[in-house]
């Protein structure tokens, strides 16, 4: 039987290794979701959240083992890794809480012709089936609560592949998942290569698909999927959240010591590995000294060490390739006149995953070779980010929107108005002001332009995981 091998980062060494599910597993894995999902969507939603609340607290139950697995996984440090679970928690019961309201049956409102006619309009909202989510590695736990949850609650039933690198995760959530009393059929996790993966995607009995991960990866899933539907006349839909160079700008009226010290966690937290981190630092040149001086004061702060030691701000990334690159990008802005900011040095046994947390500032290259380094332009999705003055708001919200990406933007201003005038013109799908890198269940989540399509959380993140039924009932 094929095997895969994870390897932690922060040792890379073997951790575990995990047997790989062949065709014929994978097949009988789509056979029985399919099977199940009608009895699945007969279920009252009142019981279908019984069983999806008493799942999230199985979760939680072995929340110290888990947070152990997460640093063995993605190197995270053990003192950052329980948050993800709490958000985990809280993203899922506040789905819980407002499903009833975001699924309910839609009246529309009657034109002047039906009411002569005494027409009755009605819009249902029905489960689409068996949903196959495909979740990154990077936050394995919030990645998935923003389609599972509320692809089960609306009465669909879920076949997980989870990134390699955390196939543990998807076996942990589908043994909690039996343990709340859910049917074994409905909720799935699925260990496969990338063939048996395509496999899955080309079954026509798969209605929509959920992708977190990179454009790359993204674009292919698209066309498999296109692809397929010429072989059984079948149109499964998609959902996708992929990259980000998300940019944070600091106003001229900004509280500079909160800002520094919001950007840097934005930039460092999980090392950087977030599709929503802090990839580029804009700050108005009035306060460029004042921040810097500080921002080199909170670098020092996070010190990079051993995931385990409870000391430890800053971990690993995931692989040397993904290292090896990130160093790339660094080496070339310095090339360009960058200057990297003192920062902690990384231990002496430090293995090639190891990147220091790295703050490139510039005083003499012109803006437009700045703007267009690798840096500035490419995911780094490490614990990188230049930092570059800008005359005004203008000038930020140009260079904010210089990107094939379209996640998220921080403005950080004591004027609220000011930031929602700019955020008018950002071309993301959340703005932010005086904060970052944070998920709110309450809003909808999902990118523009090359970092996505649809959204997740929020009463919006139904809409994707359903489909519509519309009534038009003459009386006789």
């Known amino acids: 039987m094929a095997e895969y091998t994870i390897v932690s980062p922060h040792s890379l060494k073997p951790y575990r290794t995990v047997p790989l599910q062949t065709r014929e597993q994978t097949l009988a894995c789509l056979s029985s979701a399919h099977a199940a999902r009608k009895s699945w969507a007969e279920k009252s939603l009142a019981e279908r959240t019984r069983l999806v609340r008493s799942f999230l607290d199985h979760v939680l139950a072995d929340r110290v083992e888990a947070g152990k697995e997460l640093t063995h996984l993605i190197g995270r440090p053990i003192s950052h890794v329980q948050g993800e679970l709490d958000g985990f928690y809280h993203r899922g019961t506040y789905m819980c809480d407002i499903a009833q309201e975001a699924l309910q049956d839609v009246m529309p409102v009657q034109s002047e012709k039906s009411k002569a006619r005494s027409v009755q309009h009605k819009i249902v909202k029905e489960p689409i089936g068996?949903?196959?989510?495909?979740?990154?590695?990077?936050?394995?736990?919030?990645?998935?609560?923003?389609?599972?949850?509320?692809?089960?609650?609306?009465?669909?039933?879920?076949?997980?592949?989870?990134?390699?690198?955390?196939?543990?995760?998807?076996?942990?959530?589908?043994?909690?998942?039996?343990?709340?009393?859910?049917?074994?059929?409905?909720?799935?996790?699925?260990?496969?290569?990338?063939?048996?993966?395509?496999?899955?995607?080309?079954?026509?009995?798969?209605?929509?698909?959920?992708?977190?991960?990179?454009?790359?990866?993204?674009?292919?899933?698209?066309?498999?999927?296109?692809?397929?539907?010429?072989?059984?006349?079948?149109?499964?839909?998609?959902?996708?959240?992929?990259?980000?160079?998300?940019?944070?700008?600091?106003?001229?009226?900004?509280?500079?010591?909160?800002?520094?010290?919001?950007?840097?966690?934005?930039?460092?937290?999980?090392?950087?590995?977030?599709?929503?981190?802090?990839?580029?630092?804009?700050?108005?040149?009035?306060?460029?000294?004042?921040?810097?001086?500080?921002?080199?004061?909170?670098?020092?702060?996070?010190?990079?060490?051993?995931?385990?030691?409870?000391?430890?701000?800053?971990?690993?990334?995931?692989?040397?390739?993904?290292?090896?690159?990130?160093?790339?990008?660094?080496?070339?802005?310095?090339?360009?006149g960058g200057e990297v900011l003192p920062h902690p040095a990384l231990p002496a046994d430090a293995p090639k995953t190891y990147i220091p947390p790295t703050f490139v500032t510039f005083s003499s290259t012109p803006k437009d070779v700045i703007t267009q380094l690798k840096i500035c332009k490419d995911e780094s999705f490490g614990p990188i980010a230049p930092v570059i003055p800008v005359s005004s708001d203008v000038e930020a919200l140009a260079i904010i929107n210089d990107s094939e990406y379209g996640l998220t933007s921080s403005v950080w201003s004591k004027n609220l108005d000011r930031v929602q005038k700019i955020g008018a013109g950002c071309e993301v799908g959340t703005v932010y002001a005086n904060r970052c890198d944070a998920v709110d269940p309450e809003i909808p989540w999902g990118g523009w332009k090359g970092s996505g399509s649809g959204v997740g959380l929020s009463r919006f993140g139904f809409d994707h995981l359903t489909r519509l039924k519309s009534y038009n009932l003459l009386p006789s």
Not at 243 to 251: E, F, I, N, P
Not at 316 to 331: E, K, W
Request: with cysteine; charged share 20%.
């Open 130 to 336: 068996v949903i196959l989510v495909i979740a990154a590695w990077n936050y394995p736990y919030l990645v998935v609560v923003n389609s599972i949850v509320p692809a089960l609650l609306a009465g669909n039933v879920v076949l997980l592949k989870h990134a390699p690198q955390t196939f543990p995760v998807g076996e942990r959530l589908a043994k909690a998942w039996i343990q709340a009393g859910g049917p074994a059929d409905v909720f799935q996790s699925l260990t496969v290569d990338h063939t048996i993966a395509r496999l899955a995607l080309e079954d026509s009995r798969v209605g929509h698909v959920v992708f977190t991960g990179s454009v790359r990866g993204g674009k292919e899933i698209r066309k498999i999927l296109a692809e397929a539907s010429f072989k059984h006349n079948h149109f499964p839909t998609l959902a996708l959240e992929l990259g980000g160079k998300d940019a944070a700008y600091v106003c001229d009226d900004a509280d500079i010591p909160s800002a520094v010290e919001g950007v840097v966690e934005g930039v460092l937290w999980n090392a950087g590995q977030s599709c929503c981190a802090v990839e580029r630092v804009l700050v108005h040149e009035s306060v460029y000294p004042q921040f810097v001086a500080l921002l080199k004061k909170e670098i020092s702060k996070w010190t990079p060490g051993d995931p385990f030691d409870e000391k430890t701000m800053l971990g690993p990334v995931v692989t040397t390739h993904q290292a090896d690159a990130i160093r790339t990008q660094v080496d070339e802005a310095v090339q360009r």
